[in-house]
Structure formats: structure tokens, C-alpha cells
């Protein structure tokens, strides 16, 4: 047999396609959570759920996106790359001075040239000579501050620029829904359906409401081609044979190898891919988040990227619903204290619920007692606290990784190959 044909993916079918109707049900009792929260918070707030956050939310998402598919293509064909947090940088940069020198999709497209060749470094090294994964993932993140701080010494400071930051631009144009969100078509003022019952203030009705019109509300169209990424990731690596051959890399390497698959080939391609959709995140950051490059302005999104990958048991999926947590936290860090406040309240009641359905499936009692003691510790600060420190929505969807990884490890698959090295004629 000189080829690899294709085998039924069970996994991913139950994920797309049985469990659709479970998601739904998770997605409304995620509402629910919140607009419960929103509503018996000590301090007033309707930020948990308003078409505003979730807009800021949806945009915040993208670079994290970006970053966790990009690990997902690379660890898929089994190279672990820590270097996402390099090619962000990079792609920061390069978005930014391909949009001073012509415009914003221009600086989209020289930002994701610029991580896939960040991709391709890390791949000669992790691929073609071997080199420790996190070694060379590293290797590229102390890189490319340095040389982008270089450049920015060279094209930034003659153009109104410091060697620390870019001048000003500006990103591409926004849209709306029509009927369904407002805005206007061709000068006619559209209806605005879901604001008007958004508007309303019906119990978890205009909850739902607020949260689907901020995905239509001010829209970039950056933001729709990154989401458009998502469908794009789940048909290249589970439908066609390029993916599954990635995949086969990042499963059993010399299975595929003694099939015919040239795994160094498809793990040069994994990490190139990774390298490209880190980069595009990255210029998506600089050109129209920030409107700027400034350094540091990654923050660790690269890490955060892998994490939300983790979160999603490497799935683009998954990967996306953590990049949205993300998002979702980091703006209400930004918009308002209260929200951030009511955090603590929806922490106690996720962690309450968690507790009912341990005792209900009777996994035991050790996890049970700590998450008993950390329920009733928030709850403590809550009931005590009239506002919380700046970093708490920060680093709550890091506590969710962890509590991931600490109560669905089972449930948890990595690439079995994921980081080994290969070598070809090796068993």
C-alpha cells in the first residue's frame, strides 16, 4: 500500500455533528449562568451580556485565535510550537509597516508572510536538524523582539515613530447586519431587531439577544475572514488528504513514513501554516486593535493561543470557544469594574454546578472537597468586596485551563506524536 487512504474520523463527527445539539444546550445554559449573574449581582452591571462587550469581545478573540489554530496545524503534525508568541510579534511589526506603505490588507498580508517565515526558522531547526521543540519555539521568541526593535530603529524613527512603536494607522472598515443588527443599506436605516429586544430588559430573552447582535454589530471584515479561518482549519484537516497526512505525522510518524507520507515535508507545512495564521493574528493586533505596533503589545497571546488549543483538546472548534473566553474576559477588564466584580458570583455558580454534577456522576470526593473550599473562599470575597483587581478577568480564563486540566484530563488527546523527535528509518 503506497498510500494513506482516509478513515472514518469518529471524534470529529461527534463533535460536529451529534454533539451540535449538546453545544446549543451548553451555549443557552452559558446564558443563563450569565444573565443570572447580571441580575443577583451585589453591584449593578449589564455588561455580561450587552452587544457592546461582545462585539469588543469577538474582536479581542481573533489574535487568540489566530495563535491556537496556528498551534493546532503545527502540533497536529507533531511539533510543539512555543514560538507562536515570536511569530505574533513578528506579525505585529510587518502589519504595521506593510500598512504605512500600502494600507491595511497589504499589512494583513506581509504579517502573515512574516510569521510564516518565523515558521520556517523554527521548522529547519525543530525539523530539519532536530532541535528540542521548546528549545527552538524559544529560540524564536527571544528573536523577534530583538530584530523587530532593530527595524523599528531603521523605518519607524523617520516616519514620526520611536524605536519602541509605529506611527499611527488605521485598520479596514466595519459592517453591520442589516434588520438583524441595524446599520444601513445603501442609505436606508435597517430595523435594529435584536437591539430593540435587547433593549426590552426581558430576563435571559434580551440576555440572548445582546450576545448574538454583538457578533453582527461593528463587525471588521478582518474579523469575518479570521472566523471564516475556523470552517476553512475543520475541512483541510479532517476532509481532505493533505490533513489527514498532517495528521498521520502528528499520530505515527513511521506509519505514515512507511506509507509513503513524507513526514519531514508535512511537518515543515505544519509549522509554516502554524507560523502564517500566528502572523495574520499578530498584524490583526497591530492594525485594528491597537492602530499601532508597540512593543510588548503581544502580552503572551501566543501562550494564551496554545492554552486555548489545550482547552479545546486541539480541536479548531474548541480552540475557538477559548479564544472567545479569552476575549470575553479581557474586555470586561477594559469596559467595566462592576462586570468584573460579577466575575466572582459566576465562578461561585459554575463551580456550584460543577460540584452537583461530580456528585451527581459520583466521581469522587477529593476534587469535590477543593472545589467545595475554593466555591466557598470566592464566595467569602465576593459577599466582602466591592471590587476586584484589575488582573482578576485577566487571568480567570487561565483558572478555567487548569481546571480543565485537572478535571477532563481523561477526556484530553494530544497528537500521540506530539514533540518526539523523528528520524526516518527509526522505530
Same mark, same amino acid.
Given at each position: ?29 452559558? /446564558?443563563?449562568? =450569565? &444573565? *443570572?449573574?447580571?441580575? +443577583?449581582?451585589?453591584?449593578?452591571? $449589564?455588561? %455580561? ?127 453591520? /447586519?442589516?434588520? =438583524? &443588527? *441595524?446599520?444601513?443599506? +445603501?442609505?436606508?436605516?435597517?430595523? $435594529?431587531? %435584536? ?233
Amino acid at each position: 500500500m503506497s498510500t494513506l487512504r482516509e478513515r472514518p474520523t469518529l471524534g470529529l463527527q461527534a463533535t460536529l455533528v451529534s454533539g451540535r445539539r449538546r453545544w446549543l444546550v451548553y451555549g443557552l445554559g452559558a /446564558v443563563l449562568l =450569565l &444573565a *443570572g449573574t447580571q441580575q +443577583f449581582a451585589s453591584l449593578p452591571t $449589564d455588561d %455580561l451580556t450587552s452587544s457592546g462587550t461582545w462585539a469588543i469581545a469577538l474582536a479581542w478573540s481573533v489574535p487568540i485565535l489566530m495563535a491556537g489554530l496556528g498551534g493546532l496545524f503545527s502540533e497536529r503534525s507533531g511539533v510543539v510550537n512555543i514560538g507562536l508568541e515570536g511569530m505574533l510579534i513578528l506579525g505585529t511589526w510587518f502589519g504595521a509597516f506593510g500598512t504605512l506603505v500600502g494600507g491595511p490588507w497589504f499589512g494583513m498580508l506581509l504579517a502573515a508572510v512574516a510569521g510564516a517565515v518565523g515558521g520556517l526558522v523554527m521548522a529547519v531547526a525543530a525539523v530539519g536538524f532536530n532541535v528540542d521543540h521548546i528549545i527552538a519555539g524559544v529560540a524564536i521568541n527571544l528573536m523577534a523582539p530583538g530584530l523587530t526593535r532593530f527595524l523599528s530603529t531603521l523605518h519607524f524613527s523617520d516616519r514620526g515613530g520611536s524605536i519602541t512603536q509605529s506611527p499611527t494607522i488605521s485598520g479596514v472598515s466595519n459592517f453591520t /447586519v442589516p434588520i =438583524l &443588527a *441595524g446599520g444601513t443599506v +445603501f442609505g436606508w436605516e435597517s430595523p $435594529d431587531v %435584536l437591539g430593540a429586544i435587547e433593549r426590552d430588559g426581558l430576563f435571559f430573552i434580551s440576555d440572548l439577544a445582546g450576545i448574538l447582535r454583538g457578533f453582527m454589530f461593528q463587525m471588521s471584515w478582518l474579523t469575518l475572514i479570521a472566523y471564516l479561518a475556523l470552517p476553512i482549519s475543520v475541512f483541510v484537516l479532517w476532509k481532505t488528504s493533505f490533513g489527514l497526512r498532517l495528521r498521520s505525522c502528528g499520530e505515527h510518524p513511521h506509519a505514515a513514513d512507511s506509507l509513503g507520507v513524507n513526514v519531514y515535508k508535512y511537518k515543515y507545512y505544519g509549522v509554516v501554516i502554524s507560523g502564517f495564521l500566528a502572523g495574520a493574528g499578530g498584524g490583526f493586533l497591530a492594525i485594528q486593535l491597537s492602530g499601532l505596533y508597540k512593543e510588548g503589545q503581544t502580552q503572551g497571546k501566543g501562550y494564551i493561543g496554545l492554552a486555548t488549543m489545550i482547552f479545546g483538546n486541539w480541536n479548531p472548534v474548541g480552540t475557538a470557544r477559548g479564544a472567545l473566553l479569552f476575549g470575553f474576559t479581557e474586555t470586561l477588564r477594559l469596559r467595566d469594574e462592576n462586570a468584573a466584580h460579577g466575575l466572582l458570583l459566576l465562578v461561585v455558580l459554575v463551580i456550584a454546578l460543577l460540584l452537583l454534577w461530580r456528585i451527581l456522576k459520583r466521581k469522587g470526593y477529593t476534587g469535590t472537597l477543593q472545589l467545595a473550599i475554593v466555591a466557598i473562599a470566592v464566595g467569602f470575597w465576593y459577599m466582602n468586596s466591592t471590587s476586584v483587581p484589575n488582573q482578576l478577568p485577566a487571568i480567570t480564563p487561565h483558572i478555567a485551563v487548569l481546571v480543565v486540566l485537572l478535571f477532563a484530563t481523561s477526556r484530553l488527546r494530544p497528537p500521540a506524536a506530539d514533540g518526539l523527535p523523528f528520524r526516518k528509518g527509526e522505530t
